[in-house]
């Protein structure tokens, strides 16, 4: 969501950002151009900013594991997102964070511009999963690859109408 606040991150933080954006972008783009997921992303951005309320992070295994790389993980979150540590998920490996760059007034980024990867690719990632599952306020919502094929088959069936577009909806068809 863009605003005009004055970004609040110093030059050299800006820069590393940009830096592993660049290479992070590269890099994620290579994987995408070969992983056909099973969702795309429909609708737009509505600014609710509940993305930005409590950006969570699901670290993998070696992070996850390793005193020293959570460390360095958990210290890259506050030096260089901004992000403060205020709960541990252990049961789910998730990291739940205090973004210092919300302006929970205006539900605005204060380093729009240079916000971390993982706010740009809000709510793309989730189509990772297997059942992606996004705010009610979102804008975005996830839809089935193979929606126009599904739906169909659907209307080949003998369900009424109310039925076939609840089921529409629960299998992201729409």
Same mark, same amino acid.
């Given at each position: 969501?863009?605003? $005009?606040?004055? *970004?609040?991150?110093?030059?050299? *933080?800006?820069?590393?950002?940009? @830096?592993?954006? $660049?290479?992070?972008?590269?890099?994620?783009?290579?994987?995408? $151009? #070969?992983?056909?997921?099973?969702?795309?992303?429909?609708?737009?951005?509505?600014?609710?900013?509940?993305?930005?309320?409590?950006?969570?992070?699901?670290?993998? #295994?070696?992070?996850?594991?390793?005193?020293?790389?959570?460390?360095? #993980?958990?210290?890259?979150?506050? =030096?260089?997102?901004?992000?403060? @540590?205020?709960?541990?998920?252990?049961?789910?490996?998730?990291?739940? #964070?205090?973004?210092?760059?919300?302006?929970?007034?205006?539900?605005?980024?204060?380093?729009?511009? $240079?916000?971390?990867?993982?706010?740009?690719?809000?709510?793309?990632? @989730?189509?990772?999963?297997?059942?992606? *599952?996004?705010?009610?306020?979102?804008?975005?919502?996830?839809?089935?690859?193979?929606?126009?094929?599904?739906?169909?088959?659907?209307?080949?069936?003998?369900?009424?109408?109310?039925?076939?577009?609840? @089921?529409?909806? =629960?299998?992201?068809?729409?």
């Amino acid at each position: 969501m863009h605003n $005009s606040l004055p *970004v609040r991150d110093p030059l050299p *933080v800006r820069a590393l950002k940009l @830096l592993v954006r $660049s290479a992070w972008t590269i890099e994620y783009g290579i994987r995408r $151009s #070969f992983d056909r997921k099973s969702y795309k992303l429909g609708g737009a951005c509505g600014g609710c900013a509940k993305c930005c309320e409590k950006p969570t992070i699901r670290a993998g #295994f070696f992070t996850w594991s390793v005193p020293g790389m959570r460390d360095i #993980f958990l210290t890259w979150q506050r =030096k260089i997102n901004g992000f403060d @540590l205020v709960e541990v998920d252990e049961e789910n490996n998730l990291f739940v #964070f205090r973004c210092t760059h919300f302006d929970w007034r205006t539900r605005k980024c204060g380093t729009y511009a $240079s916000r971390p990867f993982m706010c740009r690719d809000y709510p793309r990632a @989730l189509l990772d999963q297997p059942w992606p *599952v996004l705010f009610d306020a979102c804008g975005f919502r996830p839809i089935a690859r193979n929606a126009e094929q599904m739906r169909a088959a659907l209307r080949d069936q003998q369900i009424p109408e109310a039925e076939r577009e609840k @089921l529409e909806k =629960k299998l992201y068809l729409r």
